[in-house]
T-cell receptor, first 112, second 115 residues
Framework: QKEVEQNSGPLSVPEGAIASLNCTYS??????FFWYRQYSGKSPELIMF????GDKEDGRFTAQLNKASQYVSLLIRDSQPSDSATYLC????????????FGPGTSLSVIP | EPEVTQTPSHQVTQMGQEVILRCVPI?????FYWYRQILGQKVEFLVS????????KSEIFDDQFSVERPDGSNFTLKIRSTKLEDSAMYFC?????????????FGEGSRLTVL
């Protein structure tokens, strides 16, 4: 079983719409969850992290965590063309000491 | 704003040659990492490094790979005898308090092409 799974996409949404990105993970004891954004040819950059069940909001971004379902999501409200990128879900597994495992990413395209 | 810097940005090498990729982490960070990303694939963990020793390594990080912090600022990844499948973008990252507690700050990457 893959450690972190995401729909590869591409996910296309019109400008101004809500984009919903999903992620599941296999290590039930994982404690820390991250969403990174990666533009083509660039390095990943952190958007949000979440540690507790529930929702966490930061501007247009909302991360949602459900540890019982081993599920993390990212909602992007009022999507902009500049949000077009690959979104990487990352998880710090309980089984490891100091690493973060990345999912394969979901490609998002926001259409003007 | 402090940043992680990596050199070279692109290196082309022949199969079997040794390669050293260099990184300067953010100055007050204590934890250092190498990740790689083969074109079109996911970002893969290679190794974490803290207090001058490897904390954790992946199956990819075999005897052909080594890391070193030769001085107070540089963090290097050496590939002893490159293979075609080592062609990838290699990202260095650093963080203040461990990968599971906060943001990984990535460098811009070093693209390695093995011919």
């Amino acid at each position: 079983q893959k450690e972190v799974e995401q729909n590869s996409g591409p996910l296309s949404v019109p400008e101004g719409a809500i984009a919903s990105l999903n992620c599941t993970y296999s290590d039930r004891g994982s404690q820390s969850f991250f969403w990174y954004r990666q533009y083509s040819g660039k390095s990943p950059e952190l958007i949000m992290f979440i540690y507790s069940n529930g929702d966490k909001e930061d501007g247009r971004f909302t991360a949602q965590l459900n540890k019982a379902s081993q599920y993390v999501s990212l909602l992007i409200r009022d999507s902009q063309p500049s949000d077009s990128a690959t979104y990487l879900c990352a998880v710090a597994p309980k089984t490891s000491y100091d690493k973060v495992i990345f999912g394969p990413g979901t490609s998002l395209s926001v259409i003007p | 704003e402090p940043e992680v810097t990596q050199t070279p940005s692109h290196q082309v090498t022949q199969m079997g040659q040794e390669v050293i990729l260099r990184c300067v982490p953010i100055s007050n960070h204590l934890y250092f990492y190498w990740y790689r990303q083969i074109l079109g694939q996911k970002v893969e963990f290679l190794v974490s490094f803290y207090n001058n020793e490897i904390s954790e390594k992946s199956e990819i990080f075999d005897d052909q790979f080594s890391v070193e912090r030769p001085d107070g600022s540089n963090f290097t990844l050496k590939i002893r005898s490159t293979k075609l499948e080592d062609s990838a973008m290699y990202f260095c990252a650093s963080t203040l308090a461990g990968a599971n507690t906060g943001e990984l700050f990535f460098g811009e990457g070093s693209r390695l092409t093995v011919l």
